[in-house]
């Protein structure tokens, strides 16, 4: 339902709020619909059973398909947060809402050991987990923020819940010691950590504590560096290499011709986060002149539209690329 003024100056749309959580639509203190009411600058009243838009008419009409997916979302149990709402912003305008608003069941991934369930945030999202699920390697490149490492172990988590794969193995070059660690003070285990802290810090946020103990004192899910995985066949396993934009090429070689039987591999990097002395040794740039067009192996390219951080990260992003420098760690 709507009105406006003889003039045609000021719209109101009444959006109908029955079997939402209240709550979750209007966020704590109101966040949310500050936050709509900000980005389009219009007034956005939660009334009742009614969530009552208002303000030019151009305002208005930009921002009720938002408002109608915040509304969906609440209906659902959804929760959200004003990043989404943002990014829903972006997707309106873009003319990309009713697609992203249709994601199906098959889009999310569910991990019953912690009661979550993940969907892709953004286009660019959908389509690498996509590629994932469809190809034996998927290879996602892409800034700071965007979910690729993220992503790739909630796939990796959910096929071990399901039993596709029979284990987990998650790598990472270790750059900053030169992969020789033996400088370093403590075990093995505490001489890797630093660098591998970020894929710990993703299954941890996927798996309950004692599962996750339990997987990696058993091997069902081994996490090391790179050069660790020399001489050995992959099998029945979910494979993830993380920072590949710091694998030397012969290190890249080494790594795609581990696999094995009933195996799917994920490689992520960022091109603008080199670490390497010289650039052009990259393993992740040269794959991605000689492996395209091959069969089963995917490149999914991700950007600042995707960046599911801070609101901040994506302008952090956009600056320093339009500055052509680089844009902070991934």
């Avoid at 969906?72 to 009713?98: C, L, N, P, Q, V």
Wanted: aromatic share 4%; net charge negative; hydrophobic share 40%.
């Amino acid at each position: 339902m709507s009105s406006s003024s003889p003039n045609g100056a000021v719209t109101r749309e009444r959006l109908s709020a029955e079997g939402a959580d209240q709550l979750l639509l209007a966020g704590i203190n109101d966040i949310h619909l500050s936050t709509l009411s900000d980005l389009f600058d219009c007034s956005v009243v939660l009334r009742s059973d009614e969530l009552i838009l208002s303000g030019p008419p151009g305002q208005v009409e930009a921002c009720r398909p938002v408002a109608e997916r915040m509304l969906e979302m609440a209906r659902m149990r959804r929760s959200f947060g004003t990043e989404e709402i943002r990014r829903m912003a972006d997707a309106a305008a873009e003319g990309e809402m009713e697609e992203r608003s249709a994601a199906s069941d098959e889009e999310s991934l569910v991990l019953p050991g912690v009661q979550k369930v993940i969907r892709p945030k953004s286009e660019g999202q959908r389509t690498y987990l996509k590629a994932i699920r469809e190809n034996d390697i998927a290879v996602g490149i892409g800034p700071a923020g965007t979910g690729k490492t993220y992503l790739a172990v909630a796939m990796a988590v959910e096929a071990l819940y399901r039993k596709r794969v029979r284990r987990i193995i998650l790598t990472r070059p270790a750059v900053e010691a030169g992969e020789a660690l033996g400088f370093l003070p403590g075990d093995i285990r505490e001489k890797v950590d630093p660098y591998l802290r970020p894929l710990y810090d993703a299954l941890e946020d996927m798996m309950p504590a004692d599962r996750l103990r339990r997987a990696t004192e058993e091997h069902t899910i081994e996490i090391a560096p790179l050069a660790y995985m020399r001489g050995r066949t992959l099998s029945d396993a979910f494979i993830i290499l993380d920072e590949a934009q710091n694998a030397t090429t012969s290190q890249m070689k080494m790594f795609l011709t581990r696999l094995g039987l009933n195996s799917r591999t994920v490689i992520t990097g960022d091109k603008t986060q080199i670490d390497l002395a010289r650039a052009a040794d990259s393993g992740l740039l040269e794959i991605e002149e000689i492996l395209k067009g091959i069969e089963g192996i995917a490149f999914v390219y991700l950007n600042d539209r995707d960046v599911v951080r801070h609101r901040l990260v994506k302008e952090i992003i956009r600056a320093y690329a339009d500055r052509g420098g680089q844009g902070g760690e991934s």
